[in-house]
C-alpha cells in the first residue's frame, strides 16, 4: 500500500470567518450550491453542493459515472448547469465564457491529458498561459519545470511521443501557467503506475504547499484521501458524504464502497 505525503495546513481547515477580500461572505474560494447539469434529458448532478476554500486540497471521490467530471466541467464553463449556481470568491461564474474562467483564476488539467500531441513541451506550456497575455511568464516556466524535471529535459519533445505519465505532468503544468488560484484535476492517476501515482500525488501536496488551491477529482479513493484536508462522495450525481478526508478513510462506507474492504 502507497501513502501520499501529509497534508500541510490543518484537516478540515477553513477560511470562514477570516472573509479574506475577494471572497464570499463564508469566506469560501469556491461554491457550487444545488448544482443541476444534464446532457441532453440525462440528468448527471442532482443538487450538488460542496465548497473549497483557500489553501486546501479538497477530493471529490465516486465511483464511474458518478458524476466527478461533470462537476468539474460545470465549475470550468465546459458545461453550464440548469440549475442552481457555481461561485468563485463569491460571483457567479456559472454564465462566464471558459475562457474568462481560466483568467479569473481556476484552470483544469482534464481527464485522460489531453496535451497538443503535435507541439512539444515548452509550446504545450505556453498555451496554458493564454489567459495572462503579456503577463512575464519564465519564474512561472521555471516553478513548473522545478515542480516537474523531467518536463525540463524534454521541454523540445514533442508532447504526443512522450509516455502517459510525462503527458500527465504535462498537463498538470500547462494548467499551473495560468496562475490559478484554483487547480482542478481530472483522475491525475488514470492509467500510471503506483509509482508514478506516487510522484504525482507528491506533486499535488507541493503545488498545494506553493499556494494552489486544488479540487482533485479521483477514483483511486486512497491516495486522494490522504494527501486531500476534506472530501466530498458522489453516487450518482447526489453528494452523499461530507467530511474531513481522516474521517472519510475511517469511515465504514466509504471503506467498502471506495476502498476496496469487504
Ligand atoms: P468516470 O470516472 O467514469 O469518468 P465520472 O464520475 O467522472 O465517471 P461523469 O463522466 O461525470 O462521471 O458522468 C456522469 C453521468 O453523465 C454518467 O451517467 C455518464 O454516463 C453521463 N455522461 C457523461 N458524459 C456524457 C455525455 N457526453 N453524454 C451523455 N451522458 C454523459
Known amino acids: 500500500m502507497t501513502t501520499a505525503p501529509t497534508p500541510s495546513p ?24 444545488e448544482v443541476h447539469t444534464y446532457y441532453g434529458n440525462i440528468r448527471a448532478l442532482r443538487g450538488v453542493s460542496l465548497h473549497v476554500d483557500r489553501g486546501e486540497i479538497v477530493t ?22 440548469r440549475q442552481g449556481d457555481v461561485r468563485l470568491e463569491g460571483r457567479r461564474i456559472d454564465d462566464v465564457p471558459a475562457h474568462e474562467i481560466v483568467r479569473m483564476g481556476v484552470a483544469q488539467a482534464p481527464e ?4 497538443f ?14 489567459s495572462r497575455q503579456g503577463a512575464p511568464l519564465d519564474d512561472d516556466v521555471a516553478r513548473v519545470f522545478d ?14 511521443t512522450m509516455s502517459g505519465g510525462e503527458q500527465q505532468m ?12 484554483v487547480l482542478l484535476l481530472d483522475e491525475p492517476s488514470m492509467g500510471l503506475s503506483p509509482i508514478l501515482t506516487e510522484q504525482i500525488f507528491t506533486i499535488i501536496n507541493e503545488i498545494n504547499g506553493q499556494g494552489t488551491t486544488v479540487l482533485l477529482v479521483e477514483q483511486n479513493a486512497l491516495m486522494a484521501l490522504n494527501v486531500a484536508h476534506r472530501g466530498y462522495v458522489l453516487q450518482t450525481g447526489k ?16 471503506r467498502q464502497a471506495y476502498l476496496g474492504e469487504i
Not at 500531441?117 to 493564454?130: D, K, P
Not at 515542480?147 to 504526443?160: D, M, N, S, V, Y
Open 112 to 115: 485522460g491529458r489531453r496535451v
Open 10 to 33: 490543518a484537516a478540515g481547515s477553513s477560511a470562514a470567518g477570516s472573509s479574506p477580500a475577494g471572497s464570499s461572505p463564508d469566506g469560501h474560494l469556491l461554491e457550487l450550491r
Open 239 to 254: 453528494i452523499i458524504l461530507s467530511d474531513t478526508a481522516a474521517n472519510l478513510a475511517a469511515n465504514e462506507q466509504v
Open 117 to 130: 500531441a503535435r507541439m512539444s513541451v515548452f509550446e504545450n506550456l505556453l498555451m496554458g498561459a493564454f
Open 170 to 181: 504535462l498537463a498538470m503544468g500547462r494548467a499551473l501557467m495560468a496562475s490559478p488560484k
Open 147 to 160: 515542480l516537474f524535471p523531467r518536463l525540463k529535459e524534454r521541454r523540445t519533445q514533442k508532447a504526443g
Open 60 to 81: 471529490l471521490i465516486g465511483s464511474n459515472g458518478a458524476g466527478k467530471s461533470t462537476t468539474l466541467k460545470t465549475i470550468s464553463g465546459v458545461l453550464r448547469p
